[in-house]
């Protein structure tokens, strides 16, 4: 049994008005869940990719690293902290909104070069052989140009990217377009997203320190119910969390795994 894992987390953006605090943290306190309190995976099966090395390449990268090999038996775990966003969808066909749900890595311009789309995460996760448990964390946000509140005196700002007009002008080939026509199967594994599509991930001082509020209340809920709870009971055990602490974020949980444990 092969275990990885592949944790992300962008606090500094190249732009400070983008800079979050809590990231880094997240992706921390998840591998010492993982590595030190669980002991499922080994820490040398862990890496972190934080800040600047947090790239478009670098992510997509250490993802095939993550999936290289991957057999039954497995678990592999992906866990992004940062900035979300929504942009105009390359692919009208499979978008009856329009827009397609990104993360923003570190050099992220608003450009397809540096923008990680949801259809370029499916055609990396298509592969997955089944029988290999996959879970895919995603603390970000998933929505455009909603203003976000930097004032550090506050207790919650948000994972949405600023600045950046994102377009629509660089066009897929009809090659690609058509690859990710064929991307109609659900996903091999579990996503736990902090959001739905249309809300914000609140990144927040909790207990005298910065999270993302999703991530703060997941491990909590790992904590307490991993064992006798399946993901999606999980996921709506932060939900709780998140609604009697005033946090206005509705998490979800789809794919194939969902109603797996997070360990196996």
């Known amino acids: 049994m092969k275990n990885k894992a592949l944790l992300v987390g962008i606090n500094k953006y190249p732009d400070p008005q983008n800079e979050l605090r809590g ?24 890496k972190k990719l934080t800040d600047k090395e947090a790239t478009k390449k670098g ?3 250490q993802i095939k690293w993550l999936l290289d090999g991957a057999q039954p038996g497995d678990q592999l775990l992906f866990h992004y902290s940062g900035h979300g966003a929504q942009a105009p969808t390359l692919n009208v066909k499979l978008e009856p909104d329009g827009l397609d749900e990104i993360i923003c890595p570190y050099d992220f311009d608003g450009s397809n070069n540096t923008t990680l789309r949801d259809k370029e995460f499916a ?14 964390i995603s603390d970000s946000c998933h929505a455009e140009d909603l203003s976000r509140d930097l004032n550090m005196d506050k207790t919650i700002i948000y994972r949405q990217f600023q600045g950046v007009m994102l377009n629509n002008h660089e066009r897929l080939t009809a090659t690609t377009s058509e690859r990710y026509g064929a991307i109609t199967t659900p996903l091999n594994g579990a996503l736990l997203s902090a959001c ?36 999606q009971g999980i996921v709506q055990q932060v939900n709780i969390d998140l ?3 005033g946090y206005d974020q509705n998490p979800e949980s ?11």
């Open 196 to 231: 739905a599509s249309h809300e914000l991930s609140a990144d927040a001082y909790i207990n005298n320190r910065f999270n993302g509020a999703f991530t703060h209340y997941l491990i909590k809920n790992l904590l307490l119910y991993s064992d006798s709870k399946n993901m």
């Open 123 to 136: 055609q990396l996760f298509a592969g997955i052989p089944k029988g290999v448990h996959f879970v895919w």
């Open 243 to 245: 609604d009697k602490n």
């Open 23 to 46: 990231c880094i943290n997240d992706i921390l306190d998840m591998e010492h869940l993982i590595a030190e309190t669980n002991k499922v995976y080994a820490k040398q099966n862990i």
């Open 254 to 264: 789809e794919g194939t795994l969902q109603n797996d444990y997070f360990f196996l």
């Open 59 to 61: 992510i997509v990268t």
